[in-house]
């Protein structure tokens, strides 16, 4: 394991005021999305689009890395990628599936072959990978069972990314499904953290060669009462701090299912608080659909005009970009 080269890619990911653009969706999320706009989900439409998004002038002053898919990745926008000084990085898990004897619970699979294609897409000029697990919040979810399954797995994939030299992005998405309270999204992400990293230590994953992609501590989406935009940065400030190892590179965001705004505000917030100024490791983005949607919404009326698409990413890349200082 070359650990400078980890922590130099790592540290270049997580700087300020950059964060990360998540285009790594599987041909069936792309599908769903194109269908949203009436764009047919063709293998020649998708490279379009994506490298309308890799192409767009000035995306490298508010982007540090880009997430993948395989597809993507062979369709060499990748390159496009790093030409422009964005680190091209590849989603390597392939999905959460039902977990065994745990109804309504999902662990993520993909450690099979893991390390051959890690190594193929270090040599295809990857510098991370990322892998996601889902926890859902329910009746007597999440499990014990479930917690364990998918830290364990992150830990595994994390050693066996720094082995082949690239920075693993481990993603335990606590869901906002469901009407829960923030104090219980609280509870369910500390208790994963704490496991998550827990095992990454047993794995032998090095810390300063790893980034966090954390959702937010936040109320269920169909919650009656759900918290403010400043108790939510509190709150996850909180919870990072006291379960987060200080050695680790960084933290970004995902969106989970905020809208563009929403997750634009809660990120400007955390940054605006005042212990934010203390904290061992920056807080960033990395966000898929709070970065595309605006942007894939004028490229589905009019494909030719990819300048106007292009200018909606731009938008939201900036002001995420302003968020992870305070300033937007």
Same mark, same amino acid.
Do not use: F, N, P, R
């Given at each position: 394991m070359d650990k400078e080269k980890l922590k130099a890619t790592a540290e270049k990911m997580v700087a300020k005021p950059k964060g990360i653009l998540a285009m790594d969706e599987s041909t069936g999320t792309c599908t769903k999305r194109f269908d949203s706009i009436g764009v047919e989900s063709t293998e020649e439409n998708r490279k379009k689009y994506r490298s309308m998004l890799a192409e767009a002038e000035g995306l490298e002053n508010y982007i540090s890395g880009a997430i993948l898919f395989d597809e993507t990745l062979r369709q060499g926008i990748g390159k496009t990628l790093a030409d422009k000084g964005i680190i091209p990085g590849i989603k390597v898990d392939t999905g959460a599936h039902p977990l065994a004897l745990h109804e309504g619970e999902k662990v993520t699979e993909g450690l099979d072959g893991l390390r051959d294609r890690l190594k193929e897409y270090a040599e295809m000029g990857c510098g991370f990978a990322k892998w996601r697990a889902v926890i859902a919040i329910g009746e007597n979810i999440p499990s014990e069972a479930c917690i364990m399954a998918n830290a364990h797995g992150l830990a595994r994939y994390a050693a066996l990314c720094q082995e082949a030299g690239l920075v693993p992005i481990v993603e335990p998405e606590v &869901?906002?499904?469901?009407?829960?309270?923030?104090?219980?999204?609280?509870?369910?992400?500390?208790?994963? &953290?704490?496991e998550l990293f827990e095992e990454c230590e047993d794995q032998g994953v090095y810390m300063p060669g790893c980034v966090l992609k954390a959702s937010m501590v936040i109320s269920g989406k169909d919650a009656s009462d759900r918290a403010d935009v400043q108790t939510v940065a509190e709150q996850t400030v909180k919870c990072l701090k006291e379960n987060v190892p200080a050695d680790c590179a960084g933290v970004v965001f995902l969106s989970g299912g905020q809208s563009n705004e929403e997750a634009t505000e809660h990120l400007n917030e955390m940054n605006k608080l005042e212990e934010a100024n203390d904290l061992p490791w920056p807080l960033s983005f990395s966000y898929g659909r709070a970065l595309q949607s605006s942007a894939l919404k004028a490229w589905g009326e009019n494909m030719d005009d990819t300048k106007a698409a292009q200018e909606k990413l731009l938008e939201r890349a900036k002001a995420n970009s302003l968020a992870t200082e305070g300033k937007a």
């Open positions: &869901l906002m499904d469901g009407d829960h309270s923030i104090e219980t999204c609280y509870k369910v992400t500390a208790e994963t &953290l704490d």
